[in-house]
């Protein structure tokens, strides 16, 4: 561990403010090159027009809104970066997108987005921020609640969310395997900790890893990148995972990635894409941060390799028991014990 590395853990580890607008330092702030990791945020939501949502983003962020179609927008801002305002429906915005290059406004295509502003999320992508200025994001979620943002609890079809995409520290077996190892003893924990909303559950969107593959992933000694990619792809060839590794792992092999999952949305990045928190942005008391320090406790957990070890004998021990397996309640109980005795939560 570098001198910078000990004096960002020595931070991390500082008692912090409980508040719940305070965004938790994990203990690994830079990546492999020693810049501050970033991490992304995507929010979906309804109530609002695409207008409205460039506006409300305008008067919190400053910047100028551009329009790309009747389906996207975008706005860039000055020390954050581009912000993207869209539709979450890959055919509107396609068609959208062909009436732009024509220069045609097509009135069905102005009709169907007007439409699908009552059936599909409204999505804003935040571009990468740096990890220890997260809360520069709290007046964008403040202007859009003023504005009439709704968020999960008002759909019974579209499973709203908050998907957020931190930086990896390293890209090499050994930090995957560590936040893979974290995030599979923690799942069943971390749906009561978010308080994960039925129609999300019964979602296909946010599936949780399976308890074959989480056995098959503790069971490996120090596995390499091509074992853990046979054995994620083999358990995980889908987007639709509460921790879904494929950009990651597109990161390191797209062409290898795309040969066991076809689907034109997998984008390479050197970050994961957790997606089961809710998004509730109509409530006053509701903050990304609150999404993002429940993340945090894999981030902690991941770099306890020893804790890891002993918390992954545990579970295979339990798994190993003929016919009744591991009790998700049982575990859920252990977690919620073990991380309240070391702090953690």
Known sequence: MTNQEERDLERAQTPRSSGRDDFRRPPSLRNA?????????????????LDEVSSALRSALGGEPQTLSVAEQQLEVEGLGRFKVELDWSY????????????????????????????????VVCPPIPITE???????????????????????LAAYGVHINPEI???????????????????????????????????????????AYIVQLLSRETPDLDQIFNDYLEHN????????????????????????????????RPTFHYRLPNCQIERP???????????CVVEDLAHRPADL?????????????????VSRSDWVERMETWLKDRGLV
């Open 285 to 295: 008391d509701w903050s990304l941060a609150a999404s993002w320090n429940r993340w």
């Open 33 to 49: 090159e020693g810049a501050l990791r970033t991490v992304g945020f995507e929010l979906e939501f309804s109530g609002l027009s």
């Open 237 to 268: 060839a889908s987007r639709n995972r509460s921790l879904d590794m494929l950009p990651l792992l597109a990161e390191l092999d797209a062409e290898r990635v795309r040969g066991a999952v076809d689907d034109p949305k997998i984008g390479a």
């Open 92 to 123: 509107l915005k396609r068609k959208a997108a062909q009436a732009a290059e024509a220069d045609s406004e097509t009135d069905w295509v102005d009709l169907l987005s007007q439409a699908a502003a009552f059936l599909v999320p409204t999505e």
């Open 134 to 156: 997260l809360a520069v994001l709290h007046p964008m979620t403040k202007a859009l609640r003023q504005a009439g943002a709704v968020g999960t609890e008002e759909s019974l």
């Open 309 to 325: 070890h002993a918390l992954g004998g545990e579970f295979l021990a339990a798994a190993s028991r003929p016919i009744l397996g």
């Open 169 to 211: 520290p390293r890209l090499d077996a050994e930090t995957l395997d560590a936040y893979l190892r974290a995030f599979a003893l923690l799942q069943w924990w971390l749906v009561e900790a978010h308080e994960v909303d039925l129609t999300r559950k019964v979602s296909p969107y946010i599936d949780l890893y399976s308890e």
